[in-house]
């Protein structure tokens, strides 16, 4: 099955954007939807952003016009732009298949915004 490394996670101030990456491993990563969750401490792991294999997005309220989904399939990647970064938007970041998330997680990258 597919394995995921996150990365682009970092601190930021309110306001600030980042962008994270996540590259996978396994074969079927074209034929499958991807998704970002994002975890506090104390709380279940949320979907924030889907992308399926046709580039249909979907967004979570809560960030629906701050945060941009993209996949790349040749690279096997998947990518989310965030902007207009909220201290609510401080997380550990996964990406993993949608709708249906694998039970192996990677090591997500953490998201901190705060001035």
């Known amino acids: 099955q597919m394995q995921f490394v996150e990365s682009g996670g970092g601190l930021v101030q309110p306001g600030g954007s980042l962008r994270l990456s996540c590259v996978a491993s396994g074969s079927t990563f074209g034929h499958v939807g991807m998704g970002w969750y994002r975890q506090t401490p104390g709380n279940q792991r949320e979907k924030v952003a889907s992308?399926?294999?046709?580039?249909?997005?979907n967004y979570a309220d809560a960030v629906k016009g701050r945060f941009t989904i993209s996949r790349d399939d040749a690279r096997q990647t998947v990518s989310l732009a965030m902007s207009g970064l909220k201290p609510d938007d401080t997380a550990v970041y996964y990406c993993n298949q949608t709708p249906f998330p694998l039970t192996s997680w990677g090591q997500g990258t953490q998201v901190t915004v705060s001035s």
């Open positions: 992308i399926n294999t046709g580039g249909r997005t």
